[in-house]
């Protein structure tokens, strides 16, 4: 199939839906509910270690080479007992990573797993002829309302090509980060793609594309701070985005009493603007548009971690994951991924 460009034509129809909050996500009995947060728990709240720094991604080159000089600060990798505990209690409830199952308990949980997996089956998908893809709208530049309210950004028009490619319509699915890590376990999107990093505890739970960036955890404070570097945050209170790995690593490097969790990145930047926490941790992106917009803060020139972003689908999709890594090589052989990367992402 030949590339479409990306100005707008032969597009296929995009549909919102309305933000859909964690609770909607939710089955209503207790074992979902159960489910629901461990889930939450393994995924972020928990200790997880992030990947090891440095490595380069796995197939796919670095499009965003925004690093400012100084190396990222080596992060403490341990796995504490309790994430251990987590994930292998999501692994048995939930079935995430096998359908086959045998413990009572997680017999109901387990076969709700396999039937959403079935969901998302590539044949099931080709058959309903369109791709649900959830991310966060919030999240510029990857995904955003611009002035006139219209979603864009780079996850938006990589994820309609990839669609494209696929003979797809893209259904776009806005919601709130950890909710979009639990739509595609829970088979109600085919894939996430909201700057998600891979991480080895999310990598028991589902399922990752090639890697399509490179993030950074940077640190937002005000201008006029005495934060100086990541060390500096010991002692502080620091804002971040739930579910994030801002939120892990801080909690992990510094404890979570020290760590508040907001519902996005916005209102962790107001947090700070408003002085109820002295630094906010966050993808480097959004932080660059967050400061942009907010005068008297400024992002420090050392980063706390180096992190893969990769298209996130239900663990085991083999068939969709290979669909979606060679439309993505495509794309990035047409050179459509470096448009994109060049409409959006600014060069430093
Ligand atoms: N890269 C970080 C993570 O995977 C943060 C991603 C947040 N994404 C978002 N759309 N708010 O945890």
Redesign the pocket.
Known sequence: MALQSNDGEGKPPVTELPHSDMQALCQSDTIAALIFCLSVLALSGAHAPALPKGEPSPAFPKFVLLQKGSSPMKRRTFISLMSVMAAAGVLSLAGCSSNTSSSTASSTAASASASATAANKLETIQSNGKLVIAL?GA?QPWSFHDESDTLVGYDVEVSRAIAEKLGLELQIDDMD?DAALLSVQQGKADIAM????VTDERMAVMSFSDSYAT?IQSVIVPEGSDIASVDDLAGKKIGT?RG???YLYCSDDFGEDAVVAYD??LTAVQALNNGQVDAVVI?NEPAKAYVESNPGLKILDTSYAE?D?AIGMAKGNTALLEAVNAALEELKADGTLQAIVDKYIKAE
């Open positions: 966060e999240w980060f909201a700057g998600i990093t993030g985005q994030t790995t801002g996005n990145g993808d992190e972003y």
